[in-house]
Every structure is written in structure tokens, then in C-alpha cells.
């Protein structure tokens, strides 16, 4: 009787593994962009309550001028995976750096400066705008994302 061939041959393992080598290639470089864009997105949330007490701030105060980081009722912002270094809170600018990088692995970050609109009978929202690193389509929010 005939023996019958068990088992993959050289050129099917090579070709596996060729397309496991694609996949990776593709897969590894997509999974740090996700991992970036999600800590952009935590650090965004993160400074949320910050920027609601700012806006309670100016309210009472009539002015950004003294709403800082543990003073007329913002709260002092901790460090995180997703914020690394609070640069500061001052007069309603909040500065921090974040979790998120860029593809060279500098730290994005965000630098939200509140507007108050100038509207007939004053305006009720305050419109922040962020100047930070961040604002990278690629690793960090796209555009209308994270106040960019």
C-alpha cells in the first residue's frame, strides 16, 4: 500500500506565515493609534468636571480672572494614565499633558482656553477652544473632537 503524505508542506507554512507577518504589520501600528486616540479621550473627560466649575466660576464672578486650580470652587486635577502632568489651571486655561502620543512618542497635549461669547444680553455658553498638541487626526482628536 501507498503512504499518504501527513502534514503541511514548506511552501504552506511559508505562505501562513507570510500572511501572519501582513497582518502584523497592518494590526500593530493601527492598535497604538487606537491606544493614543483612547487616552486623548480620557484625558478629554477627565478635565470635564474642571471645565464645569470653571464655567460655575465666571458665572459667580462675572470673570475668568481667578478661576484657578483650588480657588472659588475648581477642583485641583490628579494624575492619571490618561493625564500625566498638570501643567496648570489659571484664570480657566487649563494646560495638562497627556497619555496620548505622537508617533515619535512626544506627549500630546491639551491646552483648552475658555471664549465667552459676546451676544446681545451676554452669552450664556462658554466656548472652549484647544491650541494643545493634541488636535492630530492620527493619534490624538479629529477634527470638531476634544474642543479642536
Known sequence: MKQVQKGFTLIELMIVVAIIGILAAIAIPQYGNYIS???????????ASVKTAIAL???????????SS????VPTLAASKNITVITSVTNGVISVTTGATATDATPLTIIDTPTIPTVAGGGANILWTNSGSSCDATRGFKSGQGDC
Open 70 to 73: 483650588g480657588s472659588n470652587g
Open 57 to 67: 466660576c465666571q458665572s459667580e464672578l462675572g470673570t475668568l480672572t481667578g478661576c
Open 37 to 47: 486616540r483612547t487616552r486623548a479621550a480620557g484625558a478629554a473627560a477627565e478635565i
